[in-house]
Nanobody, 122 residues
């Protein structure tokens, strides 16, 4: 079965950095676009970043543009999210997902990981 497993979350001070990883198995990874979403308490899950199947095209929410970088390694079946200059409002559970459709729409994702908590203290 398909599994997406996130790791790399934690507690960091504002201005710090974290790198999230998502390891995939059970799917033909290179045929899926991969995305990162996040969900803060009491809020909807929102789009953060996505990469096309090749990684050649990337997409970012305005709130993270210039601070976060998504990348992928198809040989390792992994996608990463480098998060720099973190802010308290970045605090959320971060999920990776796989889609063959619209990368910014959470309803278009076929598979999701279990999430990893990111907490940014002020």
């Amino acid at each position: 079965q398909v599994q997406l497993v996130e790791s790399g979350g934690g507690l960091v001070q504002a201005g710090g950095s974290l790198r999230l990883s998502c390891a995939a198995s059970g799917l033909t990874f290179s045929t899926y676009a991969m995305g990162w979403f996040r969900q803060a308490p009491g809020k909807e899950r929102e789009f953060v970043a996505a990469a096309s199947w090749s990684g050649g095209n990337t997409y970012y929410a305005d709130s993270v543009k210039g601070r976060f970088t998504i990348s992928r390694d198809n040989a390792k079946k992994a996608v990463y999210l480098q998060m720099n200059r973190l802010k308290p409002e970045d605090t959320a559970v971060y999920y990776c997902g796989a889609t063959r459709a619209v990368v910014t729409a959470k309803g278009q994702y076929s598979y999701w990981g279990q999430g990893t908590q990111v907490t940014v203290s002020s």
